[in-house]
């Protein structure tokens, strides 16, 4: 399997996942010009996507959505509550409603919903799984539920929430409320408890770590790679960001470096 972030961030998010002729995109947060010009960068051509999967509503997931699917004909498959909360009105005929809990197969490719804490209508995550390795994207994730443990404890490639480093956030510019609402449980995870919980869940099998969603106010790329570096020694270890897409990833060539 291939795969990538393509933004990752408070203000956009685009995750992309490939094996063989199947490809998909986990939400499309960012607009549709930015996004054919980071595929571009990619290597990845837009009309051989063939199915976007969307986490929830908030605009950081869906930004590019509409333009995107209806431009190159895309399915979109994404919860009942997620698309009333969009408030888009999609072609009916690129319209999959799903559950959250939801398996979807896709030739080769098995997509996972798991459903989260998420202070949105009705959120999933996904795993993605050719039958041999699976790839998480855990984002958005407002707590530790056993669904998220139960996630890590299965990854070969794990796309990890870091949002926020708690100090910038007690001591940042945002009100009151809004800083509540990140910690309250259905935001957002700190730096702090995504390592606490990639220690305590990681097996053997992880391959790979990106940390991804940083915030843009509450957080830096130096404080979360010394977060966690440290426990990364022995696997592939990124962190994704909002300005650029990251290098496109080959989980076959992780697994020869290792044998290596
Ligand atoms: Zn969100
Ligand atoms: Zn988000």
Request: aromatic share 8%; charged share 20%; hydrophobic share 35%.
């Amino acid at each position: 399997m291939k795969y990538c972030s393509i933004a990752s961030g408070s203000n956009g998010n685009c995750y992309y996942v490939a094996k063989g002729q199947q490809a998909i995109l986990i939400d499309v947060g960012i607009n549709t010009k930015h996004l054919e010009l980071r595929m571009w960068n990619l290597g990845i051509i837009p009309s051989k996507i063939q199915a976007i999967f969307i986490t929830h509503e908030h605009t950081d997931h869906i930004r590019g959505l509409s333009v995107f699917c209806k431009k190159y004909q895309i399915p979109v498959y994404l919860t009942e509550g997620t698309y009333s909360g969009t408030k888009l009105r999609l072609p009916e005929h690129l319209v999959n409603i799903i559950k959250p809990n939801a398996t979807i197969k896709l030739g080769e490719l098995t997509i996972f919903g798991i459903p989260k804490f998420h202070d949105a209508k009705e959120p999933c995550s996904f795993v993605i799984s050719d039958g041999k390795s699976n790839i998480s994207i855990l984002t958005d994730i407002g707590r530790i539920c056993e669904n998220v443990k139960h996630v890590i404890q299965h990854s070969d490639v794990l796309v990890l929430e870091s949002n926020f480093d708690e100090e910038m956030l007690a001591n940042g510019r945002y009100s009151y409320y809004l800083k509540n609402r990140i910690r309250s449980g259905w935001g957002h995870i700190s730096n702090r408890i995504s390592v606490e919980v990639f220690q305590e869940c990681r097996t053997n099998r992880l391959k790979h770590l990106i940390l991804s969603h940083l915030s843009g106010q509450n957080n830096t790329i130096e404080i979360v790679e010394r977060t966690f570096a440290p426990f990364c020694q022995d696997i592939r270890f990124s962190i994704a960001t909002r300005t650029e897409e990251t290098e496109l990833f080959d989980i076959n060539e992780l697994v020869l470096k290792q044998v290596v």
